[in-house]
């Protein structure tokens, strides 16, 4: 009787899961409020289907929404609640609203499992607190008072290279950029801006090349995060002793940082509760460091101070800061050494400035600056969808940048709540604004018709979730660049395009699978 009873129980469960399945399906496909909107059923009736083209097809669901958008139109679902918008008119009503709040889709955030930074807060008002603390510090004012360090660390990275061409063996731009860009954030950013660790990864070759090759293998798992949050969450609720053997070097590398972090922010906090005073330099913000201007904010409440929340935001500083300007980078050089007309002209145009040449001086060279956007624009930034959701009615109505098919210029009123995205692969593609989209051209940057384009550079991001550290960047990407060029022939080796182009999406534009990375000879001019 006990058993009939058990197995009447499973029975009654089981179609009770079905019903509910079926009754659920129904609601997504003729019933959901964007149950209007076109698209795939697969794709409205089931996470699984994104899945799919994110792990199965490894990082492919980014180029499939590219194909269905031309099936389907400008604007289409791609999961149940999320929409894509194949649109580069409609960027600024999705990113930079002038008026409206826009907080970040948190179904997408935990891919990075690092919520207490600023770069991945979904609420608007949570991250404008963060950020105002946080904005001083990356002002280009203050950028520019530490561009004598900027230059010290470019200095370094044109030694390695110098040692390799008076070696005669082949430099890997992919390890040593890496490298030089994740010591540029911790020596920069961490020294001047959170705490006094330096790191030294420039100065063995072997370490560097490990570092990059385990951040690219903890990128891999982004996807998994996302459709399996429990599987991190497991392992986290582990002692440290059985669930690290089980990591993979990429996320035991992140947890050294933690604990770097979190060793350093110990040390401060004691330090400002004994009322010690610090001695170094405050510069431009008055305040010895980040943490100084956070601990002290009367705008941020005490659980914005605590440990585990500062810890995440200094660990997302670095990490944020090291991949996409090393991508712009390892881009840039990939294409101007494939193209030597481009890096004549270059040459020529550095020639006509002094070799100590600032920041603020180079900058005004038009052609460098083209250079560098291209190289930004094919980098791509972050490449995973990066939906915003607006709390009033939007109304989307095809815009003349529109390239993908559509029987009529329908319009659409998408429900408050409703998460959107324009990938950064749609808008820098947009061949209305970007002809031949996928070639490196510089001089669609220059004159008038560059300074229009420059609106669509969605590279760092729009609005007021804009990339924080855009200006750090930006005395990276053209300190580095002129010294590199002035002082070094480059020629490629056994490298080509697959080694840069953008096939898969691990939330930044990853190469082909097992690429060497880009390797290159190199000659002191």
């Keep these: 009787m006990a058993i009939a009873t058990v197995f009447q129980a499973i029975e009654t469960t089981v179609i009770l899961s079905l019903l509910l399945t079926v009754v659920g399906a129904v609601r997504r496909l003729y019933f959901h409020p964007l149950a209007h909107i076109p698209g795939p059923k697969l794709a409205a009736l089931t996470w699984w289907y994104e ?36 649109d580069i008119g ?43 603390a946080l904005s001083p510090f990356f002002s280009k004012r203050n950028v520019l008072y530490l561009e004598s360090l900027v230059t010290k660390k470019v200095e370094q990275l044109c030694q390695l290279i110098a ?28 020294t001047n801006f959170l705490f006094a660790q330096q790191s030294d990864n420039l100065a063995d070759e072997a370490k560097a090349a490990t570092l990059r090759h385990n951040s690219n293998e903890l990128l891999l798992g982004v996807h998994l995060n996302k459709h399996f949050p429990w599987i991190p969450d497991f392992l986290e609720s582990l002692p440290l002793s059985i669930s690290k053997p089980m990591m993979p070097p990429g996320l035991v590398d992140l947890l050294d940082l ?98 100590s040449a600032s920041w603020t001086q180079l900058e005004q060279l038009p052609y460098l600056s083209a250079v560098i956007e291209e190289a930004n624009r094919l980098s791509f930034g972050v490449t995973a969808r990066l939906a915003r959701i607006a709390y009033e009615p939007i109304t989307y ?40 989209p996928f070639a490196f051209d510089p001089e669609r940057w220059l004159g008038e018709k ?59 534009a990853t190469p082909k699978l097992g690429s060497k990375g880009v390797r290159v000879m190199a000659t002191a001019l």
């Design 90 to 132: 409609f960027l600024d009503t999705v990113y930079a609203p002038s008026m409206n709040r826009r907080d970040k889709y948190e179904y997408q955030l935990r891919s990075l499992r690092v919520p207490g930074g600023v770069g991945t807060t979904a609420s608007y008002d949570v991250h404008k607190k963060r950020r105002e």
């Design 258 to 355: 933690f604990e770097r972090v979190r060793t350093e922010l110990l040390a401060i906090m004691k330090a400002k509760s004994s009322g010690k005073v610090g001695e170094k330099p405050v510069g431009p913000t008055g305040k010895e460091s980040v943490y100084d201007s956070v601990l002290d904010s009367s705008v941020l409440p005490p659980l914005e101070k605590s440990l585990l929340r500062l810890e995440q935001e200094g660990a997302l500083l670095v990490l944020a800061g090291t991949e996409s300007p090393a991508k712009s980078l390892l881009i840039l050089f990939y294409h101007i050494l494939a193209n030597p007309s481009i890096l004549s002209r270059l040459r020529n145009e550095l020639n006509t400035v002094p070799a």
């Design 450 to 508: 560059g300074r229009e384009r420059r609106k669509f550079q969605f590279a760092f991001s729009k609005g007021g979730r804009k990339c924080l550290g855009i200006e750090l960047a930006g005395a990276e990407l053209y300190l580095t660049t002129a010294a590199l060029v002035r002082q070094f022939d480059m020629t490629l080796w056994q490298t080509d395009e697959t080694d840069v182009g953008f096939y898969h999406d691990y939330q930044v």
């Design 51 to 86: 899945f799919y083209f994110d792990v199965v097809q490894p990082g492919q669901y980014v180029f499939h929404i590219q194909e269905l958008h031309k099936q389907y139109g400008p604007i289409i679902r791609v999961t149940p609640d999320e929409l894509h918008v194949n």
């Design 163 to 190: 040692k390799h061409a008076g070696e005669g063996t082949p430099v890997n731009l992919s390890d040593v950029l890496f490298a030089f860009s994740n010591e540029y954030n911790f020596d920069i950013v961490t």
């Design 397 to 436: 109505t095809p815009s003349s940048y529109v390239t993908t098919p559509s029987s009529t210029p329908k319009s659409y009123t998408l429900p408050p709540g409703t998460p959107v995205s324009i990938t950064t692969l749609s808008a820098h593609t947009n061949e209305t604004v970007f002809p031949d």
